[in-house]
């Protein structure tokens, strides 16, 4: 997943807990149901805090504005609205049989982050990630 931010966004610290939004994938493991990120692959656990670096690693030219913007693709992504995140898995996956899980997450209070867009839905980059609870297994 890539965020695309304009040439002047500057990283934010979260002053407080920021609520977001996050679509994952299952797989097999043991035996067991187990919850991955859909980029990268990275197992999750309900419960626990994720970092990660933030690193801004391209400039993007808009294709149909022609606005030059900035793409992070290191970092932990998430969206700042439900619907966006449940939209996302159709952009994504289309009408696969993968089942539509979305995790309810924060950026905790300290964090760096980012705020832009991915497929025009208004979405964070951040260096921590908090995994609160499934929202949505469909």
């Known amino acids: 997943m890539c965020l695309?931010?304009?040439i002047n966004t500057k990283a934010e610290v979260a002053t407080e807990?920021?609520?977001c939004?996050?679509?994952l994938r299952t797989m097999k493991a043991n035996g067991s149901d187990c919850l991955l990120t859909p980029y990268r692959m990275t197992f999750?656990?309900?419960g626990e805090t994720y970092t990660s670096r933030l690193i801004v690693t391209?400039?993007?030219t808009n294709e149909y504005t022609n606005e030059e913007q900035y793409v992070i693709n290191v970092g932990i992504h998430s969206f700042k609205e439900y619907n966006d995140a449940d939209d996302a898995i159709a952009d994504v996956y289309g009408l696969s049989d993968e089942p539509r899980i979305i995790?309810?997450?924060i950026i905790p209070k300290g964090a760096e982050y980012y705020t832009g867009?991915?497929?025009?839905r208004?979405?964070?980059?951040s260096d921590e990630l908090t995994y609160l609870e499934i929202i949505n297994l469909g």
């Open 122 to 125: 208004e979405s964070y980059a």
């Open 58 to 60: 391209g400039i993007y």
């Open 103 to 105: 995790a309810k997450c």
């Open 44 to 46: 999750i656990h309900i």
């Open 4 to 6: 695309y931010i304009g």
């Open 21 to 23: 939004y996050k679509f």
């Open 117 to 120: 867009t991915f497929n025009g």
């Open 17 to 19: 807990d920021i609520i």
